[in-house]
């Protein structure tokens, strides 16, 4: 069974300085590999996805994602944080396609604060 | 862009009432969900469906039922709220030729 985990609940960074949150996940067969924001009072947005394609994925607002499948990692970093970073994201595998769709395992979730 | 949205952005009910959570996609897309979000869990599935009038158990569909009878709209609904149903609620959509879900804004349900 697929599943994930994110290694820090909580994260807290300077402005300007770099990011990293870690994710691990355990699959079967090859996954796919989903980052997901989610400001305050919002819902979540796809940050960035890999589908096996190139093991560095990019996404959005400077962050991006390393699929390590040796570790099975897939690590979110961005090389300088910005105050509106701050929020919630979350690491997510889909389980390939049963049952007809692609259903995502979702992992607890890291909570992103930015300080001046 | 794709847009899904909730019916309501936050909602207070009494234990015993029925509730019912909508949501609306305007994608086309085949298939819809609901999760229910709680601190440090996570997201859970409840309920999805992949066509209309189909519907599947997630992995917490006790104590909510669903309803789909037009593509677009996907219902959420307590038989009868209970306290440990506070949490919020998100609904997605998906197309069957991609493998992004998109979500909507979420309902934030508390029952007293």
């Known amino acids: 069974a697929q599943s994930v985990t994110q290694l820090d609940s909580h994260v807290s960074v300077s402005e300007g300085t770099p990011v990293l949150l870690r994710c691990n996940y355990s699959?079967?067969?090859?996954?796919?590999l989903f980052w997901y924001v989610q400001h305050p009072n919002k819902g979540l947005q796809l940050l960035l996805k890999?589908?096996?394609?190139?093991?560095l994925v990019k996404g959005i607002n400077g962050f991006e994602a390393e699929f390590k499948k040796s570790e099975t990692s897939f690590h979110l970093t961005k090389p300088s944080a910005h105050m509106s970073d701050a929020a919630e994201y979350f690491c997510v595998v889909s389980d390939g396609g049963s049952g007809g769709y692609n259903k995502l395992i979702f992992g607890a979730g890291t909570r992103l604060a930015v300080h001046p | 862009d794709v847009k899904v949205t909730q019916s309501s952005r936050y909602l207070v009910k009494r234990t015993g009432e029925k509730v019912f959570l909508e949501c609306v996609q305007d994608?086309?897309?085949?298939?819809m969900f609901w999760y229910r979000q709680d601190p440090g869990l996570g997201l859970r599935l409840i309920y999805f469906s992949y066509d209309v009038k189909m519907k599947e158990k997630g992995d917490i569909p006790e104590g909510y039922s669903v309803s789909r009878e037009k593509k677009e709209r996907f219902s959420l609904i307590l038989e009868s709220a209970s306290t440990n149903q506070t949490s919020m609620y998100l609904c997605a959509s998906l197309t069957d030729r991609e493998n992004e879900q998109f979500f909507g804004p979420g309902t934030r349900l508390t029952v007293l």
């Open positions: 890999y589908t096996s394609a190139a093991t």
């Open positions: 994608m086309d897309h085949e298939n």
């Open positions: 699959s079967s067969y090859s996954p796919s």
